[in-house]
């Protein structure tokens, strides 16, 4: 539920990942904030660089938003694109592969239970997309705007528009002239969502939704262990969550 | 994918070229037009040809590659399963991906190209620069600011503009380099090989060596770069134990990490134990209570300096944490032939912060150290034209100093802190100092810093302001404000992790240094 760019590198850490046989990072450099002084801590072969028990979870995913141009002006732009690919149920898979793949180099005895694993979330992942996509399919082409650009994976697999962000830049908080640019447009495209995730303040998404009639929803990008201890109820209630607001919200005009 | 999207690029490449050269064609002949187009179509299909064998060759060689490595890496498992390929190549999409992902975009001279990055660049690079404003009802500011990387002056200073370069040397090593710049109160340029070393990244038993320049690992603020303090000046007591420039020196350091269920390290460093950043030690350069120092020569292994320390760390809840720590120093001192410092510390920082946090805000910490040092004294005599002489026994002293403050990030991108230190008076000292009084500094600082943590090259900017109040018995009033931008990218490792301390006072227990010869930290 933790801010994933503000991952404080706890002296806990080394420990658990000197210990660890495999590391999955999410990769496209998310956690390059914290893991870095981690690894060189932990002293921990098995898990370096390009050694087997690393894995990389970016690995064979298609990156939105590659920057074509990069400095820091642009905000906390992440060098190899987006990294919040997981929201997206077929790039969740394509992840899977991956780990199945490392723990497969890593433990080659228990190789067919992790291939057991893996085509039983495969399947439960796409027996789920068919129904996810049904109900999502009413709201083809909706217009969102969110806080932060983590949900674009997820929206651009359900045919949703994302056509703002609250955040001028990446990880720069909500300015006034940004705001006062962002509203008269979010009225103009008739958006009628803005979706943040929980960790968000509320003053600046409240401020925008008064002054759109657009409304605020709150969904999680991350398994809780509460209302969504997995990852597919994590998408099952985040998906609930975005039909019963948008039934509830009539059109703005 | 990427190799054929690479193709289609190359494609659409010589057709514009076929297009741009159309008109003449026109001008010329239909017949020789259409020759010409055929020629090219050939040319365009030959390569396409060639290209596709390429790719076919490639793909070939990935799958021996990927083969073999899977034999060496993993022979019990299943021929079949592959290992992991390292993180280089990104497009290589998982063997038997499992829905069709759209093809990556043609590539063009426009996408970014990687040489520096935080995963996988050869190097780490970055450039953090400290620039002061400084004032004070003092006009020798350096009265006051002890560090080196303090604010020098009434006006502007810029006491530390460092390039920080890191990354793998080999499988076995990683490197470290530091480069200071600063200005001194001449405008001259000073450049410092702060530090430069190597540590092991693949010792055997939860070991790590380091071996080169770098600074001794005691407390939290002496392994920390001055940008990466919550205020804009040293703690007078790190002033009073370590000097302006803290302690470092060129030497090695082993550490380990034992498999406790909580994180616990021991480390021994060994280092050399003269000049000007082993202040307390054989520094020829200074004169410690009264006692003109002496050229000392290292005549066993026991004149090094060793410092041992411990740290172990809990997490009381899933916000809160705390770090505790012991450390020592121990090596000659140049007061006399035969005489020795020890310096003891211990520190204690504790963090909250929520997990609900968003850009790593609201949080609060509380960090504390204390240092004690046992300094033997040799005997002296102090002859000065016009007074009398003054003979000095040889003596053991003592003295003490604390420093502790607390940080409070309370919106997003500001932190407001509160320091506060003291240290002892030099019990014993000599005749010209002979206040034996205590010093007291309170510090207040508000920091604003732009968002950090999303990468390791250049990273966060942070505009610091630190006022300061000293009390000591006989002088009142030093009230220097000072504000500091600073773009930077503090690099802590984990056991700097956190937030970063602050300030640092006047100390009359030592003359002043002379500042020609500080050099930067």
């Excluded at chain 2, 604390?402 to 997003?412: E, K």
């Excluded at chain 2, 005749?431 to 250049?458: K, V």
Aim: glycine share 8%.
């Amino acid at each position: 539920m933790e801010d994933p760019h503000f991952v404080d590198a706890k002296p806990s850490f080394i420990r658990v990942v000197n210990q660890a046989d495999v590391l999955i990072e999410g990769g496209a450099a998310l956690e390059a904030g914290w893991l870095p002084p981690i690894l060189d801590s932990a002293r921990n072969p098995r898990i370096s660089a390009g050694s087997p028990g690393r894995v990389v979870a970016a690995q064979g995913i298609r990156l939105l938003e590659v920057p074509t141009q990069l400095d820091r002006s642009m905000g906390d732009v992440h060098p190899q694109g987006n990294p919040h690919f997981m929201l997206d149920p077929v790039a969740a898979k394509t992840v899977a592969q991956t780990i199945q793949t490392a723990f497969c180099a890593v433990d080659g005895a228990r190789c067919p239970d992790y291939e057991v694993g893996l085509r039983r979330f495969r399947d439960a992942v796409d027996a789920k997309l068919a129904t996810w996509q049904a109900a999502l399919a009413p709201l083809k082409g909706t217009k969102v705007v969110t806080y932060h650009k983590d949900f674009d994976y997820f929206f651009e697999r359900f045919g949703m528009e994302v056509v703002g962000t609250l955040e001028p830049k990446p990880g720069i908080p909500p300015s006034p002239t940004h705001l006062t640019e962002l509203i008269p447009r979010m009225r103009a495209e008739h958006v009628r969502l803005i979706v943040i995730e929980p960790f968000r303040e509320r003053n600046n998404p409240d401020f925008v939704a008064e002054n759109t009639g657009a409304r605020v929803l709150v969904l999680p990008a991350m398994p809780d262990g509460k209302d969504a201890p997995d990852y597919l109820s994590l998408i099952d209630s985040d998906i609930r969550r975005l039909v019963d607001t948008l039934r509830a919200a009539p059109a703005t005009s | 994918m990427g190799k054929v999207s690479r193709r289609v690029g190359m494609a659409i490449a010589v057709l514009a070229l076929g297009v741009a050269a159309l008109p003449r064609g026109v001008r010329a002949e239909n017949e020789e037009l259409r020759r010409e187009l055929e020629a090219m179509r050939k040319q365009l299909k030959q390569m396409q040809e060639q290209l596709e064998k390429q790719a076919e060759i490639n793909q070939k060689q990935e799958e021996l590659i990927r083969k073999l490595t899977a034999q060496t890496t993993a022979p019990p498992a299943p021929a079949p399963a592959p290992a992991a390929a390292p993180p280089s190549p990104p497009s290589q999409p998982a063997p038997s991906a499992p829905a069709p992902e759209k093809p990556r975009e043609p590539w063009s001279p426009t996408q970014p190209i990687t040489i520096l990055s935080g995963a996988r660049g050869y190097l780490n690079l970055s450039f953090d620069a400290l620039m002061d404003f400084g004032w004070s009802t003092t006009p020798d500011v350096t009265t006051i600011e002890r560090g080196d990387h303090d604010p020098l002056q009434r006006g502007f200073t810029l006491p530390n503009e460092e390039i920080f370069l890191d990354g793998a040397v080999d499988p076995y090593f990683k490197g470290v380099a530091d480069l200071v710049f600063k200005l001194d109160e001449n405008n001259e340029t000073e450049v410092e090989l702060e530090e430069v070393y190597l540590t092991t990244t693949a010792l055997p038993w939860n070991l790590q060596a380091k071996g080169g320049q770098f600074f001794t690992e005691f407390g939290r603020i002496n392994q920390q770069h001055p940008h990466a303090w919550d205020f804009v000046d040293q703690p007078l007591v790190i002033g009073r134990m370590f000097g302006p420039e803290g302690l470092r020196n060129p030497g090695a350091r082993l550490s380990w990490l034992a498999p406790t269920p909580f994180y616990s390290e021991a480390f021994l460093t060994v280092q050399n134990s003269h000049g000007g950043t082993a202040f307390s030690f054989r520094n020829a350069d200074e004169e410690l209570f009264g006692r003109p120092p002496l050229e000392r020569r290292v005549r066993n292994p026991g004149d090094l300096l060793y410092a041992p320390r411990y740290a172990a760390s809990f997490d009381l809840t899933d916000s809160q944490t705390v770090v505790a720590g012991l450390s020592g120093a121990f090596a000659p001192n140049a007061s006399g032939p035969n005489t020795r410092t020890q310096i003891y510390g211990g520190d204690l920082y504790w963090k909250w912060k929520p997990p609900w946090q968003a850009g790593g805000f609201p949080f609060a910490s509380w960090q504390t150290e204390a240092l004690g040092r046992r300094y033997e004294a040799g005997a002296a005599t102090l002859e000065r034209p016009g007074l009398p002489t003054v003979a000095l026994p040889r003596e053991t002293l003592f003295d003490w100093g604390v420093y502790s403050q607390v940080l409070y990030g309370f919106t997003q991108r500001w932190v407001a802190g509160l320091r506060g230190d003291w240290v002892s008076g030099d019990r014993g000292a000599n005749s010209r100092s002979s206040d034996s009084s205590t010093t007291m500094t309170t510090a207040s600082s508000l920091a604003m810093t732009a968002p950090c943590g999303c990468r390791s090259s250049s990273c966060s900017a942070r505009t610091r302001l630190t006022s300061s109040n000293e009390r000591e018995r006989r002088h009142h009033g030093n009230d220097p404000t000072i504000a500091q931008h600073e773009p930077s990218d503090p690099l802590d490792g984990p056991r700097a992790w956190g937030r970063r301390q602050a300030q640092g006072r006047r100390d009359h227990s030592r003359p002043r240094r002379r500042r020609a010869r500080c050099r930067g930290r």
